[in-house]
């Protein structure tokens, strides 16, 4: 499975009257929110992130997939704390090693180097997806702790 | 002047209708014009011997007592059926299939530490169906001069065909779901290898899949006479021994049930376990039949129209297939 995410520790689930001011966001990319106070639209390298998009699709009806409609209901997680991400969020295209500083990377995704720190890669993790029969090689994931706090 | 009837008959052991013989001649002598006019009269008697009020229903009933063609090609019967799950939807239901999406962590902890939390989510996939048609024209008069039922054998070819349209699209998704999740295999050579077909078992058994049927074409499967190893070197049971002997080929080989069906291609084998853990078969209304008179050009229309059909495979690692190249 792709573009896994989870929020594992922490952090605060905020979703009153915010909406997605754009397609192509997903629950795990680093977003911003806009002067007007209840749209959300994706980071980028060279913008402090408000947080992570996260929750479910909950309005509309039976979802094929992850990614918002525009205009969207979505929630936002902010403060601090620890989430699971795997490689589909890094710029890279791989895992940050184990103590590497995460940034803010184009169009939501987390860099290894930029302007605007906002956490940690701290481990990395195996988890075994649902899939193989008996799945013997598990999806590396990267544990992360993260601080939206410092952009406040 | 003799009537028709009284000079030919039809001859049920060649199909045809034949003179009336007398001591090796033809019972009377009639010109061409005019065995045709009563050629004519005979086949619109049968017609209106329907009697059926319909002309369509007439036109079918024409001269259907003469035995047709021998066929040249067996209908077509399906054989990715067995793979999938059958699923009958009406008009207008969703055909949603949930589509898991779990990410789940268990940890080495200390007694002390925070619990971390994983959220199970959920998401959906509709499969897209499609459709098939097909339709004959059928002239008035070439029914009357075929003088067998032709369009019951062009029907026949057209559910074969529409049959067939399925099969391919059927074989298409399993492909994909084969390729997706790497079970697929080759073997050179141009027959199925005993080490071929055991390297698939082996690996199906270990992933907790076992396979537990397979489809190949029957010519294909007599690949196996060719087969050594193992207890073909060492000695079959007697009654896989007489297997061999009366059909070239043991049906039960490696606890797999093999399906055998011409119309599998030549060039693959597929095994799988039970279809209910691995794929759907969606289904939308049934095979349709309509039909017309054009009375301006002298013919019937007949239209057949399939159900619609869609394909998921929800579980790939249930399947496996195996290429014979040359």
Redesign the interface.
């Known amino acids: 499975?792709s573009y896994?995410f989870?929020?594992?520790?922490g952090g605060v689930v905020f979703g009153k009257d915010l909406v997605t001011n754009e397609a192509n966001i997903r629950p795990g990319l680093l977003v911003v929110m806009d002067s007007g106070g209840d749209g959300v639209g994706l980071c980028g390298a060279d913008s402090k992130p408000d947080g992570f998009a996260y929750g479910?699709r909950e309005k509309v009806y039976?979802?094929?997939?992850?990614v918002y409609a525009s205009g969207e209901e979505v929630n936002l997680i902010m403060g601090d704390g620890?989430a699971?991400l795997s490689v589909d969020f890094f710029s890279s295209g791989s895992l940050p090693s184990i103590q590497a500083d995460l940034y803010a990377g184009a169009s939501g995704k987390i860099a290894t180097s930029g302007s605007y720190k906002f956490g940690k890669c701290r481990q990395q993790?195996t988890?075994?997806?649902?899939?193989?029969?008996?799945p013997r090689t598990g999806t590396s994931?990267a544990l992360i702790s993260f601080d939206f706090n410092a952009f406040n | 002047m003799s009537k028709l009837g009284e000079i030919i008959q039809f001859d049920k052991r060649v199909g045809f209708i034949l003179p009336v013989e007398e001591n090796g001649k033809v019972r009377a002598a009639y010109s061409g014009e005019s065995v045709m006019n009563e050629v004519d009269a005979l086949l619109a008697d049968l017609a209106r011997g329907g009697s059926s009020g319909d002309a369509r229903q007439d036109h079918i009933l024409l001269a259907q007592a003469i035995v047709p063609p021998i066929a040249q090609a067996i209908p077509y019967t399906r054989w990715t059926e067995m793979f999938f799950m059958p699923v009958n939807y009406s008009h207008g239901e969703?055909n949603?299939l949930a589509?898991?999406?779990?990410?789940?962590?268990a940890?080495q902890t200390t007694g002390e530490s925070?619990v971390?939390?994983?959220?199970p989510?959920?998401?959906?996939?509709?499969p897209t169906f499609i459709e098939f048609d097909s339709g004959i024209e059928m002239y008035w008069r070439r029914m009357e001069r075929a003088g067998w039922n032709v369009l019951q054998r062009a029907m026949e070819r057209v559910r074969s065909d529409i049959a067939r349209q399925i099969d391919t699209n059927a074989q298409t998704a399993l492909d994909a779901a084969i390729s997706g999740?790497s079970h697929n295999s080759t073997v050179s050579g141009g027959k199925v290898t005993k080490a071929a077909v055991d390297a698939i078992i082996k690996a199906a058994q270990?992933?907790?899949?076992p396979m537990t049927m397979a489809m190949i074409n029957p010519g294909t499967m007599t690949d196996m006479t060719s087969w050594s190893g193992g207890v073909f070197t060492s000695g079959l049971a007697e009654e896989d021994r007489r297997e061999m002997v009366t059909s070239l080929y043991i049906g039960r080989y490696g606890g797999i049930q093999w399906y055998t069906n011409p119309n599998c291609p030549t060039d693959y084998v597929y095994f799988s376990g039970p279809a209910s853990n691995g794929a759907y078969e969606q289904r939308r209304g049934g095979m349709r039949t309509y039909s017309d008179v054009d009375i301006v050009r002298k013919l019937d229309l007949h239209t057949v129209l399939s159900g619609e059909y869609a394909w998921y495979v929800g579980?790939a690692?249930n399947y496996w297939s195996l290429q014979v190249t040359s």
Do not use: C, H
């Open positions: 499975m896994e989870e929020k594992v520790e479910a039976n979802p094929t997939t992850k620890m699971l993790v988890s075994y997806p649902g899939t193989g029969g008996v994931l | 969703d949603r589509v898991e999406d779990i990410t789940t962590l940890w925070q971390m939390f994983t959220a989510g959920y998401l959906w996939t509709r999740v270990q992933i907790g899949f579980n690692y």
